[in-house]
Nanobody, 111 residues
């Protein structure tokens, strides 16, 4: 059973930056794509970024140019670097891989 542990959320002012991490326990972690979702209060969970096993990325229009996904195979860890954050980026962020979800980490963008 894959386990994913997230870290890195917090409170940041508009225009600020945060970097989320997702540590995977599975030996297959580096063989599967990693997905980042977010869920804002009262809204459905939405996909914001994907990183495949070759490092190729996809981003939702709402975050493209501001968010960057990456992964470090040696550390079994994926990252989501978030820059130029806006209040509408406020949400719980989740990593997802192979049917397993991380526990979620709160990102709040507010002055």
């Amino acid at each position: 059973q894959v386990q994913l542990v997230e870290s890195g959320g917090g409170l940041v002012q508009p225009g600020g930056s945060l970097k989320l991490s997702c540590l995977g326990s599975s030996s297959d972690f580096n063989l599967n794509a990693m997905h980042w979702y977010r869920q804002a209060p009262g809204k459905q969970r939405e996909l914001v970024a994907q990183i495949n096993t070759y490092g190729r990325t996809w981003y939702a229009d709402s975050v493209r140019g501001r968010f960057t996904g990456s992964r470090d195979p040696a550390k079994n860890t994926a990252y989501l670097e978030m820059n130029s954050l806006k209040p509408e980026d406020t949400a719980v962020y989740y990593c997802y891989q192979g049917g397993a979800w991380g526990q979620g980490t709160q990102v709040t963008v507010s002055s």
